[in-house]
Nanobody, 125 residues
């Protein structure tokens, strides 16, 4: 059974940085796309970033381009989200997700079959 466990959230001042981690287990991730989504109170879940495990192709949501970077460590089955120049509007619960059903990178949350429990990121002004 696939499990995704996020960590690294917390409270940071505007302009600061955080790195989120997502450790996967339960099957090989070599054919997957791994992604980060976020959901702020009262808002819909939003795509943040995604990475193809094989080849490393990436994609980013418009609101985080140039500030966030997604990467993966194959040996550790871990995906990272480096978040720089954080803004109060980045405050949300951040979720890690995995898509095993396609050979392309997809950005719709409906395509992702497995989800972590989420980690809270709060950016103070």
């Amino acid at each position: 059974q696939v499990q995704l466990v996020e960590s690294g959230g917390g409270l940071v001042q505007a302009g600061g940085s955080l790195r989120l981690s997502c450790v996967g287990s339960g099957r090989s991730f070599s054919s997957s796309t791994m992604a980060w989504f976020r959901q702020a109170p009262g808002k819909e879940r939003e795509f943040v970033a995604a990475i193809r495990w094989s080849g490393g192709r990436t994609a980013y949501g418009d609101s985080v381009k140039g500030r966030f970077a997604i990467s993966r460590d194959n040996a550790k089955n871990t995906v990272y989200l480096q978040m720089n120049s954080l803004k109060p509007e980045d405050t949300a619960v951040y979720y890690c997700a995995a898509d095993f059903s396609a050979w392309v990178l997809r950005t719709s949350q409906n395509e992702y079959n497995y989800w972590g429990q989420g980690t809270q990121v709060t950016v103070s002004s």
